[in-house]
Structure formats: structure tokens, C-alpha cells
């Protein structure tokens, strides 16, 4: 089992691991000439003169690819450091502003206080206040100094500023012009590609999508076959659950498959891909009203996911549809009840789901008895073959804890109902619910207990009312006697 478990993990780490290799490869747009190109311009150059000519150009085309790109990358470097230069004089400028405002609130209380003491001076006309008078005078000039020379460096930091941004705009510039340049050689390897290249390619893309397709679909059935135990009776939790996860990541995958191959092939023939996948955002935009609904889908399907409110194989209702779960993805639970009917449930539209095996199961039955038996003879009777059930091999196996008897729930029209209940492993409730009502009513039927069904009484009313119908169907039958 451990083994089998090793293995499927491997296998399905391989899986991953070749898709993610395959769509990195690529998703590089093609940095170097595939090994198909290579294939099939060898195998025209012996028909095709030109081939050859083509395949230099090819070459060409992507040495100029490269440098584009190794160009972008040092331009990119360039922006970088343009950005951090400008908020570094961004910064500079701040502490600049806030040291020529400090300045200049210094250099005006000074003056305030030049202003107080000139006035007393002239009141005064003190050598002292004079003295004060003149250092004060000395003192608001150095700070107007100081404001002036902070504001010049204040000055100067802007002028950086203007130069860096001015850099970073020319950076930008470049940036987009080598984009272009590189788009345009794109464009101009796909026109030198000839249909046959293409073709071979895009056979390269869709092998290796059905490869890696199959592999996903091997991967998760031998995960499946891993966990399993033979002649197992029930699934244990985690078997479920991961069965229920493996469905997942199989519909996941195969999804991301399919939209990596179309990817891939739309790049082969030239279409730029970008503008498709912001068209494509648009358009959801624009149905945002019916997007709805697929969104609540998902969501709540991986709620159910993430909880494990239901699993692969176990029998729930969800709202008056029932049966068992066949498969369960983000967007959908499929259901096959008992007529072999497909049933296909949306997850938002799952409100409300009765789980029939989630851990144990109860075969809770109703069992009704003629007013003439004695009930608790029938209890006892009940009892006994509750206790042969749990001695029979085959389903000593499926019974979890000995039958619960609850005793007399109701008197019907024709029949006192004794309600009791076996506890079973889950699913199966049923198979151990009709094996003993078979036994119970070979039982009963040996013991004379009748198990009474609804009798109807005809009245005729009385004698002098009714004694023309009488005579009427005397007649009748001494008629079809003769």
C-alpha cells in the first residue's frame, strides 16, 4: 500500500513538473529555433532551395531577438535607478524645504525681537539696549544668510529632480522603442516561418498537450488504484477525500492544458496573445451581470471542497434531488440515482445537502404488528434476529453496534408500529435494512405474527331498507347459476 502510494506521488510530481518545463519553454516566445523547425526545414531543404536561406534568416532574426531583449533588460536596470534617484532627491528636497522653513521662522522672530528692543532703545536710549540692538542686527542677517543658502540648495535639488525624471522619461522611452523593435522581429520570424514550420510546430504543441493530458489522466486513476484497499467495504475518509481532490485536479488540469496548447499555437501563427487576454477581460467586464452566477459557482464549489460537506461515492439529497456523487469540480456536482440517471447540479445553486454517509449510517426502521400479538413477544423476536445478524459473517462486517430498539412509536389504523434502528458503516444502511425485513418476515410468518394490511367493510344497511337489493341479487345468482 505504502509503495503504491510512493508511486502515485512520483508520478503525478513528474506530471507537474513536465507541464510547468513544457509551458516555461514556451511562454519564453520561442528564445531559441525549435527542434521542429530544425526537422522540418531539414527535411524541405532537399525539395525547397530557399529553405535553407530562410532558416540563416531565422537564425538572424533571433540573434537580433536575443540582444533585443538582453537590451531591454539593461534599460530596465537604467529605470530602476533612475526611480531610486529621484525619490533619493525627492527626500533631499523634502529635509531641504523643512530646514529653509525652520530658517525662516528663526530669521523672523529675530527680526520680532529686533523691532521689541529698537523700540526700547529709543525709549531708553541705553548703551546696553544699543549693544543689544546691534547683536541682534548681526544675528538676523546670518540667519537670513542661512535661509538664502538653503534655498539655493533647495534650488538645486529641484533642478536634480527635473534632470532624473527627465532621465527616467528617456529610459521609458527607449524601454517602449525596443519593445517595438522586438514585436517587429517577432512579426518578422513568423512571416519567415514557412506554413510547413508552423504546421510542424503547432504538431509539436498538440503532442505534447495530449501527452502531458493522458499523463494527468494515468496520474490520477493510479493515485486513485493507490488508495484503495482490496475487498475493502467502505472507504475510509481520506480515501474520499482524496479521490475527491484527484477529480479536481484532473479538471483543473486538463483545463490549463487546453488553454496553454491554444495559447501556444495562436503564438506560432503571429497572434499577439496580450491584447486577446485584455479583450477577453473586457468582454467579462462587459457580461459581469451573467458572470455572476459561473463566480458564485465557484466559490461556493470550493467551499464544499474545502469542507468536504459531500465526497466522491457518498449518497447525499440536495434538495429534492438524490443519489450517489459521481463527480464533484468547482462549478458542478454530478449526481446517478438509482434509475441510472444523470443528474447535474450547479454548485450555486446548493443550499441545503442530507448526507446519508458521512462517518456511520442508521437502517432505522418501522415495523407494524397486528393489535392482537404481544407487542413485547414481537420486541424479543426483533431482538433475536438483531443478534443473528450480528453473528452472520458477511454482515457482522457492515453492522457497527447491536440493534437499538426504541419501543412502540404509534397506533395505526391496523397495526402498532415498533420503531428500532441498527448502526452500519456508511452506504450500507440499505443492503443490511432489506436483509432484515427478509428475515424478520420469514420469522414472523413462522410464528404466526401477522403483519396486518388494510381491510374494507361494505355496508348494506339494514334489513327492510335493503331487502329488494337482496332478492335482486338472489335472482341474479340463481340466473347465472342455471
Known sequence: MRNKVIIAGFVTAVLILTFMSVHSTYAQNDKSPAASDVAATSQESTTDPNVAAKREAIKKVEEQKKETKAKIEEESKDVVEAQKAIEEVKAEKEALAKEVQLKEEEAKIAQEELKVIKEEAAVTNGAKSLKTVKELEERVKVLQAEALAQKKKLDLAAEKEDIAQKRLTKEQAEIEQVQKELEALRIERSGLSSATDKLARSGVVILAGLILFILLKVGVKGLEKAVTKEHSIRESEIEL????????????????????????????????????????????????????????????????????????????????????????????????????????????????????????????????????????RVIEVIKQIGKEMREDPHFSRLILADLEMLGVDDFADSAVMIKFRIKTRPIKQWEVSREFKRRLKNKFDELGIEIPFPHRTVYWGSDKENQWLKESMEKVAEGIGK
Open 241 to 376: 477525500r482524496i479521490k475527491t481532490l484527484g477529480k479536481l485536479f484532473s479538471w483543473l488540469g486538463g483545463i490549463i492544458i487546453v488553454l496553454s496548447v491554444v495559447y501556444q499555437i495562436l503564438s506560432i501563427y503571429g497572434f499577439n496573445v496580450g491584447p486577446l487576454i485584455a479583450g477577453a477581460g473586457v468582454i467579462g467586464l462587459a457580461f459581469g451581470f451573467g458572470g455572476q452566477y459561473l463566480i458564485r459557482d465557484l466559490i461556493n464549489g470550493l467551499f464544499i471542497l474545502i469542507e468536504g460537506q459531500y465526497r466522491i461515492n457518498d449518497v447525499v439529497k440536495i434538495g429534492d434531488l438524490g443519489g450517489l456523487v459521481e463527480d464533484i469540480n468547482l462549478r458542478i456536482t454530478t449526481l446517478r440515482d438509482l434509475a441510472g440517471r444523470v443528474i447535474i447540479i450547479p454548485n450555486g445553486e446548493i443550499k441545503t445537502v442530507i448526507n446519508f454517509t458521512r462517518g456511520y449510517a442508521q437502517a432505522l426502521m418501522d415495523i407494524g404488528v397486528a393489535y392482537k400479538e404481544n407487542v413485547d
